[in-house]
């Protein structure tokens, strides 16, 4: 049998070696290593895939979720709700901008904050909403965007491991996660489900004015060289990145694809075993499998962590601290609100290898080992 790896990018690599390797030459001897034509081939291409008007790609996803914020115009103490129960860069950059976190609680089932959840948090002073599609399976944005439109809110949703997830409205009409609320960011970070060879990420908008303004503060706060209008950072895809991602969009459905098989193989070897929730999938969402993460009932999380690891098969906590136990955010005073979901989920979860490399003898293997531990 192969190793088991977390995520295998290697043999991904391999599979479309020619075609990138050939790509990546075809930049050096360009030498356009920023902003060249590729940069502009794979935003236009992206657009189209995941239907945005807009695509503004930048340095990272983190990056991605900052320029968003800052280009809403939201001043300081302004709050923005956003769950605990995420990667610490959804939160983070709120913090950084000097806006106020808020968190709301997350659903057990979706992992993901709801309308009912947010609406409890909502103060005269909240401006903004980035809900997470955590794991690949999408928020609730159908009626995130109602109650957004309620109370005169903005929504930034944070699509960094659902790149490729079609949502299903309740009248029947798709749209890409990331294409639902007033702007969208993702992530090419190379684990990611669309990765990249190093860092990346992009906004993604339908609203011609926040596309200028979204560009404009990713490039010093300028559109014509040297005359700086609004106070920006400087976040770029390079050139060598855009032309891997590109050929790499070109194979995401199969790779979201591929994740969906692992995930269904696991989840008919776990299906009904009381110690093991399998993930969620609501009839809007088709999960694309960033993580694969069950809950675990009366189960020793660690003990399993140690059995898998002994047998060499990797796993995974996330995210093993919740933002509202984060020392970052003490000053926001976050830490006295009870978060019994997200505390809950905290403590039962493991996140077990899911990419696009793995094949059925690891899977089996895996499921066993998995499934030894539980019933002794
Ligand atoms: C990966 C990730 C990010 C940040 O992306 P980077 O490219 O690493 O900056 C943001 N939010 C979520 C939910 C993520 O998983």
């Not at 001897?29 to 657009?47: C, D, K, M, Q, Y």
């Not at 694309?288 to 999380?301: E, K, P, S």
């Not at 690891?362 to 499921?367: D, P």
Request: charged share 20%; aromatic share 10%.
């Amino acid at each position: 049998m192969r190793p088991i790896q977390m995520v295998d990018t290697k043999n991904q690599y391999l599979k479309i070696k020619n075609e990138v390797d050939k790509a990546v030459i075809d930049v050096m001897e360009s030498t356009a290593f920023i902003n060249g034509r590729p940069v502009h081939e794979f935003a236009a291409n992206l657009s189209a895939y995941v239907g945005a008007k807009h695509t503004i790609p930048c340095a990272n996803g983190t990056d991605a979720l900052q320029i968003a914020m800052m280009a809403l115009g939201l001043q300081p103490g302004d709050e923005v709700i956003t769950p605990s129960f995420t990667y610490i860069a959804t939160t983070e950059v709120i913090a950084l901008l000097r806006l106020t976190p808020v968190f709301a609680e997350v659903d057990a089932q979706t992992f993901c904050i709801t309308a009912e959840t947010i609406e409890k948090v909502i103060t005269p002073k909240t401006k903004a909403i980035v809900p997470v599609h955590l794991y690949g399976h999408a928020a609730p944005m159908e009626e995130i965007m109602d109650l957004a439109a309620k109370y005169n809110l903005y929504v930034i949703e944070d699509n960094a491991q659902a790149i490729g997830c079609d949502y299903t409205f309740s009248d029947g009409t798709k749209k890409k996660t990331g294409t639902i609320g007033h702007i969208g960011t993702t992530s090419f970070y190379p684990s990611k489900n669309l990765g990249g060879f190093g860092d990346g990420g992009a906004i993604f908008t339908n609203d011609d004015g926040l596309a200028a303004m979204l560009k404009m503060i990713a490039n010093h706060g300028q559109n014509r060289q040297y005359y700086h209008d609004v106070v920006g950072c400087n976040s770029r895809l390079d050139t060598m990145q855009a032309a891997i991602l590109n050929i790499k969009l070109s194979h995401l459905d199969e790779y979201l694809d591929a994740r969906r098989n692992a995930a269904d193989f696991y989840d008919k070897a776990f299906t009904k075993h009381p110690k093991i929730t399998i993930p969620y999938r609501a009839d809007y969402s088709r999960h694309v499998f960033h993580q694969y993460t069950i809950v675990l009932n009366d189960v020793d999380r660690d003990g399993l962590k140690q059995y898998l690891a002994d047998n060499k098969i990797p796993s995974m906590i996330y995210y093993p601290v919740p933002g509202h136990k984060q020392k970052m955010f003490e000053q926001f005073n976050v830490a006295s609100k009870p978060m019994p979901v997200t505390d809950w989920l905290t403590e039962r979860v493991i996140s077990l290898p899911v990419h696009t490399e793995l094949d059925s003898e690891q899977l089996e293997f895996i499921t066993s080992k998995v499934l030894e531990f539980i019933n002794r």
